[in-house]
């Protein structure tokens, strides 16, 4: 791969995409997304012009072989392309063709637990005296019966399955099948290592890991205290069944393995990731990055939203680096969690966000539409999240309908029945249409990103807010050495005024980007004027 020599790494520099390969687009009218039709739709990512939404890397969720009662995050062959998506051969295409487009593959390891069918769980569960017996949890029922603790699982009901041939318990932190490796057992990171150089040597340049501080559990076994909360999952506070202290000589060991590799890189998903827990598990000798899904969270308010980024900031110093997301294939899409008459435009103020804040940004496919969580009936419902707390909570399928590529059938995602139905308003919300659109949030997306790549203040500068309070909307600065970037977005429908805290370095700003046509001027002095909605990206003079 030809690069620029850069003074940051590709994997801070860089926007990541996420693909959820069931959704994204069916090469073999199944009805479910394939490696194909991510080959197929390359271009649509990065073909080297503004055209493409310009990405640099393409985070795979997984595609292994799987039972796919978790789709896919409970893998049954660590080594092995599941059938569905295609073959080893076409991962190895899709890795070439990415690297030929400057774009990385990050393939996502779950590797808290398997699949309750993989090889490792069918020898670990035929009899105690296994070879493989540790290679999982296993535990005796109480003395007078029951399970060895009060520890609950994340999709509903006690963490412990009992399993009647052999008389004990097997742990699961999320379905009963997919129960938990032992990670103190040195032979099962031994596989591991094996399992990550069999990819890296295959050019794969990460991983993205799945709840990579639930490693491990407390060796014995104490109950959780207890917390206020909904589920019972929430019922407790995590001290015993997450973030145990040996979980940061794995981090080092994995450091040193990708490293052997050179410019690759691991991004760790945590379970109730905090700004500290990042910098404790983020930096040299440990994970590259770690997910900060705080902004997720935030109700629509400038002020939510700087508190998050300023926490984040605060917590990780220069030195450390911020991954932020604003979706993932677990979470309401944006413009439903932001719903009504101006979410289009909430969608464009929330993707300037994104794309212009201090880390790396992690952005979910169909995002960058403004696409909307889809109809699910109950009857069609597959994640079994959803089947067991419907109608309290309608799972996560309404964030994994298929993207939509045209107005044409099946939304040219598909010639077959799809796996989870199309959003009904494709029509107007699909790739093709808002392509042409110069107006769409796809188009905003697109420069947002073609212009986060030309700057370097924007791409690797630091970050300041120019706001104390902000009410009305957030207005900061990146810096470089070469460029001052000025940032301001309204979040609201009516104008606004926002008042500077502190003088700015120049009063010479040069128009790069906004979202109202016609503009191409603000006044900047100790105060910028915005229309409603509007974002402005100006370049400070030297
Ligand atoms: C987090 C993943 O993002 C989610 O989709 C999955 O269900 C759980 N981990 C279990 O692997
Ligand atoms: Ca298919």
Redesign the pocket.
């Known amino acids: 791969m030809v690069e620029a020599p850069e003074s940051l790494p590709w994997w801070k520099r860089g926007v990541i995409y996420q693909v959820y390969p069931r959704s994204f687009a069916d090469s073999n009218g199944d009805g479910i997304g394939d490696l194909g039709g991510i080959l197929a739709h390359l271009d649509y990512l990065n073909d080297g012009t503004p055209a493409s939404l310009g990405t640099d890397a393409i985070w795979l969720s997984p595609i292994f072989a799987s039972p796919a009662y ?1 789709f896919g ?1 409970d893998v049954s062959n660590y080594n092995e392309v599941d059938p569905l998506f295609g073959r080893l051969a076409d991962l190895d295409e899709l890795i070439r063709q990415a690297h030929e487009r400057g774009m990385r593959i990050i393939l996502d390891l ?1 590797l808290n637990h398997t699949s309750h069918l993989h090889p490792w769980f069918d020898e670990s569960r035929a009899s105690r005296t296994s070879p493989k017996r540790d290679w999982y949890l296993w535990q005796d029922a109480r003395p007078r019966g029951g399970p060895p603790n009060h520890w609950q699982s994340v999709f509903g009901g006690r963490a412990w399955q009992w399993d009647p041939a052999t008389t004990q318990f097997y742990y699961h932190m ?1 379905l009963p099948q997919q129960p938990d490796l032992n990670w103190r057992n040195p032979q099962v990171r031994e596989e591991i290592e094996k399992v990550m150089r069999f990819w890296l040597e295959r050019g794969v340049d990460g991983f993205r890991l ?2 990579v501080n639930a490693y491990f559990k407390d060796a014995q076994l104490r109950d959780n205290p207890f917390h206020w909360g909904l589920r019972a999952y929430d019922r407790q506070v995590h001290a015993y069944d997450a973030d145990q202290p040996e979980l940061l000589s794995v981090y080092a060991e994995m450091r040193k393995l990708v490293d052997e590799y050179g410019d690759r890189m691991v991004v760790g ?1 945590l379970l109730r990731g905090s700004p500290k827990k990042i910098w404790r598990y983020c930096g040299a000798g440990r994970l590259h990055l770690a997910f900060s899904f705080d902004l997720i969270s935030c109700g629509w308010n400038p002020l939510a939203f700087q508190r998050a980024i300023l926490a984040c900031e605060q917590a990780l110093g220069p030195e450390g680096w911020p991954c932020y997301a604003l979706g993932n ?2 979470v309401s899409r944006l413009v439903s969690r932001y719903p009504g008459r101006h979410a289009l435009e909430r969608a464009k103020v929330a993707a300037a966000l994104l794309l212009t804040l201090r880390g790396t940004p992690c952005l979910y496919q169909g995002e960058e539409l403004g696409m909307k969580d889809g109809l699910v009936p109950r009857g069609k419902i597959r994640d079994p999240a959803g089947k067991r707390y419907w109608p309290l909570y309608p799972g996560r399928d309404p964030t994994r309908t298929p993207l939509p590529w045209s107005d044409g059938p099946g939304a040219g995602f598909t010639n077959g029945d799809p796996w989870l139905p199309i959003n009904p308003d494709f029509r107007s919300v699909n790739v093709a249409r808002e392509l042409e659109d110069p107006h769409s949030v796809l188009s905003f997306y697109r420069r947002l990103i073609w212009l986060r790549r030309s700057s370097k203040a924007l791409n690797s500068g630091s970050f300041r807010s120019l706001l104390k309070n902000p009410k009305g909307g957030l207005a900061y600065l990146r810096e470089s050495e070469e460029e001052t970037v000025l940032v301001a977005m309204n979040f609201y429908q009516r104008p606004t005024q926002l008042v500077l805290d502190e003088d700015l370095p120049t009063s010479q700003w040069e128009w790069r980007l906004g979202t109202h046509p016609g503009r191409s001027g603000l006044q900047v002095g100790n105060t910028l004027s915005l229309l409603p909605y509007e974002v402005c990206i100006l370049q400070g003079a030297r």
């Open positions: 978790d995050y779950a999320f799945d709840v998903e294939h677990d």
